[in-house]
Structures are given as C-alpha cells and as structure tokens.
C-alpha cells in the first residue's frame, strides 16, 4: 500500500516561505507524478504543483515564480518550497501520488499552512 504523510506546514507572516515535504511509503514513488493541492475554506481542492517522474514540473498560474515543487526519489520524498507568501496562500496543502499507468490515486491527510497579513 502507499502512504503519504505531509509535513512542514504553520502560521507564516506574508513575504515569509516555507517548506512542505511529503514522504511516500511503498514502491511505486520512482516512477509515478507527484502533485500538491491546495483546499482554502470553503473552496474546492485545486493542484498547486505536479513533478513528473522526470522531474518535469509543473505550476497554477497563481504560484508560478513563487513556488517550486521538486522530488528525491532516493528518499521518496516530494518537496514544495513556497516563497513570498501571500494571504490568499491560505489553506490546507495535500499531497498527491499519481501512479499513470494503474490510474491510482493516493492522498495525505494535509498539512495546514496559514499566512497572516
């Protein structure tokens, strides 16, 4: 089975940055699309970033520049660097294991990451 445990989220002051990490238990990590979501309250859950298996990235519009996903397939681990913050940054950060060629999708429980003005 896979497992997913996020970690790394807290309350930050706008401008400020933080480090999510999640680590993936099982075999499939290597090989399979990385992804994290975002869930404010009350809105529906939207991808923030993606890494392909390559280490191809991938971004929404309102982090580019600000964001940067990246993987240590090594560790099973996928990271998001978020810089200069922003109060709309709000929300809870999932983690999301995308294995392409079964269609499975495995999520963390969340880390929550607030951002203060």
């Known amino acids: 089975q896979v497992q997913l445990a996020e970690s790394g989220g807290g309350l930050v002051q706008a401008g400020g940055s933080l480090r999510l990490s999640c680590a993936a238990s099982g075999s499939i990590f290597s090989i399979a699309t990385m992804g994290w979501y975002r869930q404010a309250p009350g809105k529906q859950r939207e991808l923030v970033a993606i890494i392909t298996s390559g280490g191809t990235p991938n971004y929404a519009d309102s982090v580019k520049g600000r964001f940067t996903i990246s993987r240590e397939n090594a560790k099973n681990t996928v990271y998001l660097q978020m810089n200069n913050l922003k109060p709309e940054d709000t929300a809870v950060y999932y983690c999301?294991?995308?294995?392409?060629?079964?269609?499975?999708?495995?999520w963390g429980k969340g880390t929550l990451v607030t951002v203060s003005s």
């Open positions: 999301n294991l995308d294995h392409r060629y079964t269609g499975s999708h495995y």
